[in-house]
C-alpha cells in the first residue's frame, strides 16, 4: 500500500501538479521514480519558514483560509476526478479509506474497549459513550453502504492535516495555502478532507466553532459555480466522513496507545490533533456519538 502511494505522489507531481488550483505547491527539482525497485525520492523546495499551524493547530484566521483553499482545489474537479493521463491515484482518496484498512474498522468494538481502558483518567467519557463501539459495529453496514454511495465526487487531497500544510503571507500578495504529501490522492467525496481537516488540524480554542467553518467551506463552494448540492446534503456527508474517520482512528491508532505516547506526540509535533491533543479527542468523541444519533434519527433506525 505504502510502495504505492509513493508512487501516486511521485506521477502527480510529474504528470499533474500543473493543473491544481486553490493550493500551491513547493517546486520540484528532482523526483526519482523506480517503482520495479521500489526507489522513490524527490527533492524539493524549501517551505518550512512559512506558518505550520504547530504546535497546537492552526489559528482561526488560517484555518479559514485553508478551507477556503481547499475548496478552490475540489471546486475545479467537481463531478470530474479524472486526472491527466498517466497520474496515478486512488479510486477513494485518503489512507484509511475504500478496502485500504477495511478490516481494522471491523474491530471497532474490542478497539473502543481497549480505548476506554488505555484512556480512563483522561477522557470525557460520558456513560451514553461506553458502548458506542457496540453501536458503531451494529451500524458498519449501514455507514459503508452510505459512505460508499457519496457523490458527487471530485479529487481529494487524502492527508489534508496540519503536518501537511503552510500557509504563506508575504506584503505584497493575498495569502497562499501550500499542501505536500500527496500520496493519498484520489477520488471521493470533498467531506473527507474536510472533516480530516476539522479534526485534526484546528486549534483547540476553536474546534467547538465548527460549524461556522463548515459553512464558509460550502459557502465558498458554491460562489465558485457548484451547483445542486445543498448544505443539508453536505452536512449528511460530513457526518459519516466523520464517523468513518474515527472508526478508523480508534482501531488503528487509540487502541493502540495510552497516555504516553499521546505525550511523545505532542513533543515532536507529530501526526495531526487527534493524536496529540485531549481536547481533540473528545470532540471526535462528542461528535461521533451525536453524529450517529442524527443519522438514526434521519433513517429511522
Known sequence: MYLNSYEVESRFYKHYSIAIRGLKLPRVFF???DAFNNKFGMIMED?????NGQPHGFSWEDSRLCLMQIAKFHSAHWG??????GTKYWDIGGYWTGNKREAEKKDVQPAWQQVKINFKNVLEIKESQLHLGDRLFN??????KHFDELSPRTMIHGDYKVSNIFVSRTSNADPQVYAIDWQWLGAGSACLDVAYFIATSVHHEHIHKQMELLHLYHHTLVSLGVKDYSFDTFMRQFKLCWIDFFMYTIVAKWSQMVPSDVAAYQAETKDGLHLRSYPHMNRLI???ELFLNQLEAEDNL
Open 47 to 51: 517551505i518550512s519558514a512559512n506558518e
Open 31 to 33: 523526483n526519482l521514480e
Open 80 to 85: 470530474h476526478p479524472v486526472p491527466k493521463k
Open 139 to 144: 451500524r458498519m453496514n449501514y455507514i459503508a
Open 286 to 288: 462528542h461528535d461521533t
